[in-house]
T-cell receptor, first 111, second 115 residues
């Protein structure tokens, strides 16, 4: 059974701080996605990474896919209250479009 | 609004009743996914369709669950003889299909409460 474990599970930080969220698995994924979900809404895609070692930046967010394509990280620089939400990673294996979601990291940024 | 829509948004039912949820994907999206999400957890994959064909179904889906996408457009998810453990948010997502990766667009979900 494929599992994606995220850490930390909860994170509460002050505005302006930096943070990193990790997504780890023992399985290899052909692609990995990061989503953000707000209460009462469905997840919204932030980024897709497909190549081992790939780094993508989205404003203050930096995403990295591990060299072996088993893990990923999300780094947020100078966090803002608007970054508050549930961050989810999701991976798909080669030959399938079945996405396995991680356990989630709930982030709260205090003003 | 041309996003993914789900109906109803909330459903409260008594244990043992049947419920049916509807998902309308973004127009011309070939793939449609159903997920279940419990409080504080990530979504769990239930099933997905490529047009009208149901290509994969999770082992989490017992015989009480069935999903259809009869004309390759909207989809329904039915739960028969509901149990309290079925209480969750049921999310639908659609994607254009094609390409190496799949960009899924999620609906707002249907929150089911089984009393």
């Amino acid at each position: 059974t494929q599992l994606l474990e995220q850490s930390p599970q909860f994170l509460s930080i002050q505005e302006g701080e930096n943070l990193t969220v990790y997504c780890n698995s023992s399985s290899v994924f052909s692609s990995l996605q990061w989503y953000r979900q707000e209460p009462g809404e469905g997840p919204v895609l932030l980024v897709t990474v497909v190549t081992g070692g790939e780094v993508k930046k989205l404003k203050r967010l930096t995403f990295q896919f591990g060299d072996a394509r088993k893990d990923s990280s999300l780094h947020i620089t100078a966090a803002q209250p608007g970054d508050t939400g549930l961050y989810l990673c999701a991976g798909a294996s080669s030959g399938t479009y079945k996405y396995i979601f991680g356990t989630g990291t709930r982030l709260k940024v205090l003003a | 609004d041309t996003g993914v829509s789900q109906d109803p948004r909330h459903k409260i039912t008594k244990r043992g009743q049947n419920v049916t949820f509807r998902c309308d994907p973004i127009s011309e999206h070939n793939r449609l996914y159903w997920y279940r999400q419990t409080l504080g957890q990530g979504p769990e994959f239930l099933t997905y369709f490529q047009n009208e064909a149901q290509l994969e179904k999770s082992r989490l889906l017992s015989d009480r669950f069935s999903a259809e996408r009869p004309k390759g457009s909207f989809s329904t998810l039915e739960i028969q003889r509901t149990e309290q453990g079925d209480s969750a948010m049921y999310l639908c997502a659609s994607s254009p299909g094609g390409g190496q990766t799949d960009t899924q667009y999620f609906g707002p979900g249907t929150r089911l409460t089984v009393l």
